[in-house]
């Protein structure tokens, strides 16, 4: 008897354990916004910080991917760091794509230092959607 | 007996009660368009016309949201009469973005009261996302 009791609990927490595996990627919102515009930031970070008060536990990922010409202003440290604090505060990270960053001759060390690169923009956006049910909007 | 026959009912209905609610969430299809350049509303409404056929009866939703700079158009009450008229022949809903209206210096009362004015139009696209809205934006 005491052996059966002991069965079903190791039974019942293995479900349990399962189920909590699952949750965290699945039932999460996530979100990727990508803009060439780097005045943009600002209503994406509002926007950011709305979607983390309404999700509350579920809000999880918020990516903003930057590219084309207008880069270069994310070389900018002092103007970067008006948006980064607040990006910091709502979860938000930033990118920007490698190719524009090749194509304008700027070195990933220019960045400032909050600013992360991906290989190509494009892929990426289309990563987020197809393999992590990402929410995505292009501006 | 009664219990048996209570029970059965029960069972009967938590089978059958399930897939109806199921389907009712899946009814409808709603759409929603983040556009940044008002000539785009003509295609749009192409769009929303194919999918009207498409859908059928399940043709939920159709919203369109204009941001950004092409927001000061709005004020061209004319060449805006155009597109509100098709808007409503096509049941596609207008929506423009308050951040752009107060960026590029938009008064609410010099746009038709045609367009529904959102606060922020990149929150209330992904708002529209999760409630199941397929997106696109131009």
């Known amino acids: 008897m005491k052996r059966s009791i002991g069965i079903l609990l190791v039974l019942i927490m293995l479900g349990i354990s399962g189920n909590a595996q699952n949750s965290p990627q699945g039932d999460r919102n996530n979100y990727v916004v990508s803009t060439t515009k780097i005045p943009q930031l600002q209503p994406i970070i509002l926007t950011a910080e709305a979607l983390k008060k309404e999700d509350g536990a579920k809000y999880g990922d918020f990516q903003i991917v930057m590219y084309g010409s207008n880069v270069k202003g994310l070389t900018n440290k002092e103007e970067m760091e008006t948006y980064t604090g607040k990006a910091k505060a709502a979860g938000v990270s930033i990118s920007v794509c490698k190719i524009s960053l090749e194509r304008l001759g700027i070195d990933q060390s220019e960045l400032h230092e909050y600013i992360q690169v991906v290989d190509h923009a494009y892929t990426h956006l289309i990563q987020l959607q197809k393999n992590k049910n990402y929410y995505s909007l292009q501006l | ?138």
Request: hydrophobic share 40%; glycine share 6%.
């Open chain 2, 1 to 138: 007996m009664k219990i048996y026959f209570l029970s059965s009912i029960v069972l009967l209905l938590t089978l059958f009660a399930n897939p109806i609610q199921a389907q009712a969430q899946h009814e409808k299809e709603n759409y929603v368009v983040l556009t940044k350049k008002i000539p785009q509303l003509e295609p749009i409404f192409l769009t929303a016309e194919t999918l009207a056929e498409e859908d059928g009866k399940n043709f939920g939703k159709f919203e369109v949201i204009i941001c950004g700079q092409t927001v000061k158009e709005l004020t061209d009450k004319e060449m805006m009469q155009k597109y509100i008229n098709k808007a409503k022949e096509h049941n596609v809903e207008l929506v423009a973005c308050g951040f752009s209206l107060n960026k590029f210096g938009v008064d609410r009362k010099d746009i038709s009261p045609k367009f529904r004015v959102v606060e922020n139009g990149i929150l209330y696209n992904l708002q529209l996302q999760k409630k199941g809205y397929t997106s696109i934006s131009l």
